[in-house]
């Protein structure tokens, strides 16, 4: 028969792919909900508030895992709770929206001030999960700095919007190209990390090309 430090150490070593699974399933899932739903009224709705929810949920299964095994930050507090409060701060962005939290009669002054806040929060955020994710050692190099590559694109693409917006005109071609390359950079940010998330998740635990195999434990 199998021991119990043997099933722990199977059962520990198949944590990471059910994790990176459903965290890839659903962080391609959300991207579908928010594309495929956006004809607008009310689908756009449906589609901004699921694809925020099963976002939310995706970096929370990323950060927390099945058990520390699994999670991509070996449940480190700095990593996943960067993590965990990415996820929040989304849920509240959506109630926010939802409940009309930020009516028309506020000053524009104040509408500005909340959404360079909102957006400083999740890039702090979002560098701090990145970077412990790439030191926990827990996804294999070099696909542990993927975050961390996705998150200065999409850096450097609000730093030049941000930059460019008070030289150019909203008519200007530019402008539409910025945010095109936006979109683009944001889309397929997550695509990206999704898939490698599955991809990886059916390799984990498994021996590099050119290793020699290792054999199973034989039932005794």
Do not use: C
Not at 1 to 8: K, L, N, P, V
Not at 178 to 199: E, H, N, P, Q
Not at 210 to 217: D, V
Request: glycine share 10%; proline share 5%; aromatic share 8%.
């Amino acid at each position: 028969m199998f021991s119990d430090d043997t099933r722990g150490a199977a059962a520990a070593a198949l944590d990471p792919r059910r994790t990176w699974f459903l965290g890839g399933v659903l962080l391609l899932v959300s991207h579908v909900v928010t594309a495929g739903l956006e004809p607008g009224g009310f689908l756009l709705g449906i589609s901004n508030t699921l694809g925020t929810v099963l976002f939310a949920a995706a970096l929370v299964v990323f950060a927390l895992g099945f058990s520390a095994a699994g999670s991509v930050t070996a449940r480190r507090p700095l990593g996943t709770g960067a993590l965990v409060a990415l996820a929040v701060w989304s849920l509240v962005d959506l109630v926010l929206d939802l409940a009309g939290a930020i009516p028309g009669d506020i000053a524009l002054d104040v509408l500005v001030t909340f959404g360079y806040i909102d957006t400083a929060v999740q890039f702090a955020l979002a560098v701090v999960a990145a970077v412990q994710i790439a030191r926990a050692g827990v996804v294999p190099k070099p696909w542990n700095w993927a975050p961390a590559v996705v998150v200065a694109a999409l850096t450097v693409s609000w730093l030049l919007q941000f930059i460019l917006q008070g030289v150019m005109q909203n008519g200007e071609p530019a402008v539409y190209l910025l945010l095109s390359i936006d979109s683009v950079v944001r889309i397929g940010g997550t695509i990206f990390l999704g898939v490698l998330a599955i991809v990886l998740a059916t390799h984990a635990n498994r021996a590099p090309i050119g290793a020699p195999a290792t054999r199973e434990p034989s039932a005794r």
